[in-house]
């Protein structure tokens, strides 16, 4: 519970909190995950629309960093996304 202290406690709006909490669930050791925006959404109920916007919101307040991935053929892949919950 202490790891999502800094989460609760943000400004950030509902939709980024459930965001954040969904890619914790996924995420690795290292707090890396890769799910699709449209995985997330289908999971979480909500739109793709709402999902880019709450990425968005934890993107500006450093809660997450993301990188583009791509396929070996050069098509894009879903989002390598790296969790932060102490942002500076």
Known sequence: MA???SV???ELPHRAKSVF???H????HNRKCYPAIGTIARELNLSRSTVKRA???????GYLRKEQRWRENGGKSSNLYFLNSNPQ
């Open 3 to 5: 790891y999502f202290t």
């Open 25 to 28: 669930d996924r995420a690795d």
């Open 55 to 61: 990425l968005s919101d934890l993107e500006k307040s």
């Open 8 to 10: 609760y406690q943000s």
């Open 21 to 23: 909490m969904y890619l």
